[in-house]
């Protein structure tokens, strides 16, 4: 079976600080994992993904994510916010070999100025 | 770039009403998704395809139908809309490699009253 947790609803951080927005998965298999991000009144868009390559994955807008197999984490990362950071930001888990993909509940991310 | 549209951004409709919401993808990708999207969980998924008249039931795909019959255009039917599939629906495409990304169209907020 496969879940997806993210341990987050809501993060709140100032502009310019650090993000760290937390998952954890399960999976019975060698997981793919993504992060997407979703802006007010806007679809999907990916962040970064990884697919057993390198461990430490760069995405867009200086977001970066690692997967660690002991911990079966894959949390997501920027060194600094910026405003237009402020959305909600989804992790997903798939199966190799299939093509379901199993959403986290979501965690909203704030910036304060 | 991919580009996914659906039908409509917002629709209202009433309760019993038989409901479409169409999807058109410009990417000749083979596969293609129907989510619903409520708050605190995620995205879920109701229907996929993986070709043409090809459809596998996804996590909750009660009281929905769909229908694939060109490779562009994937429909999310609603045979009776009922009040608790008030909802965002969000259509997303991909190629059929594992671990291509998945591309998702604007929504659709539907209202069921």
């Known amino acids: 079976a496969q879940s997806v947790t993210q341990l987050d609803s809501h993060v709140s951080v100032s502009e310019g600080t650090p993000v760290l927005l937390r998952c954890n998965y399960s999976s019975s298999y060698s997981p793919s994992l993504f992060w997407y991000v979703q802006h007010p009144n806007k679809g999907l868009q990916l962040l970064l993904k990884y697919t057993s390559a390198a461990t430490l994955v760069k995405g867009i807008n200086g977001f970066e994510a690692e997967f660690k197999k002991s911990e079966t984490s894959f949390h997501l990362t920027k060194p600094s916010a910026h405003m237009s950071d402020a959305a909600e930001y989804f992790c997903v888990v798939s199966l190799y070999n299939f093509n379901k993909f199993y959403f986290g509940s979501g965690t909203k991310l704030n910036v304060k100025p | 770039d991919v580009k996914v549209t659906q039908s409509s951004r917002y629709l209202v409709k009433r309760t019993g009403e038989k409901v479409f919401l169409e999807c058109v993808q410009d990417?000749?990708?083979?596969?293609m998704f129907w989510y619903r999207q409520d708050p605190g969980l995620g995205l879920r998924l109701i229907y996929f395809s993986y070709d043409v008249k090809m459809k596998e039931k996804g996590d909750i795909p009660e009281g929905y139908s769909v229908s694939r019959e060109k490779k562009e255009r994937f429909s999310l039917i609603l045979e009776s809309a009922s009040t608790n599939q008030t909802s965002m629906y969000l259509c997303?495409?991909?190629?059929?490699?594992?671990?291509?990304?998945?591309?998702f169209g604007p929504g659709t907020r539907l209202t069921v009253l």
């Open positions: 997303a495409s991909k190629t059929r490699d594992t671990i291509d990304t998945q591309y």
């Open positions: 990417m000749d990708h083979e596969n």
